[in-house]
Nanobody, 123 residues
């Protein structure tokens, strides 16, 4: 499994922004698709965003489309999630995920998971 370490979570008022980072301990970062899931209090884990190993394709859940942007910097072996126009319903633990040479969607399809970083958005 790939070790993934998330950072950048915190507390922010509604309408604010945060940028999450995920650094992967892999030899060739470009081999891996990356993504983000989240799990709010009392809720099921849900897909947020994903980006292909080449960076040429990215997809978002309808709830975050237009507000969040996923990106990757292969030289840094890091994926990012820029979160703008945050809403209280975005409050959740956010998890970085990785998969080698696939472009998964469902939570059971990803090979590796980070420990999560908490995002709290106040109303």
């Amino acid at each position: 499994q790939v070790q993934l370490v998330e950072s950048g979570g915190g507390s922010v008022p509604a309408g604010g922004s945060l940028r999450l980072s995920c650094t992967a301990s892999v030899r060739i970062f470009a081999d891996y698709s990356m993504g983000w899931f989240r799990q709010g209090p009392g809720k099921e884990r849900e897909f947020v965003a994903r980006i292909s190993w080449s960076g040429s394709r990215s997809y978002y859940s309808e709830s975050v489309k237009g507000r969040f942007t996923i990106s990757r910097e292969d030289d840094e072996k890091t994926a990012y999630l820029q979160m703008d126009s945050l809403k209280p319903e975005d409050t959740a633990a956010y998890y970085c995920v990785a998969d080698r040479k696939k472009f998964p969607f469902g939570p059971d399809e990803w090979d590796s998971w980070g420990q999560g970083t908490q995002v709290t958005v106040s109303s």
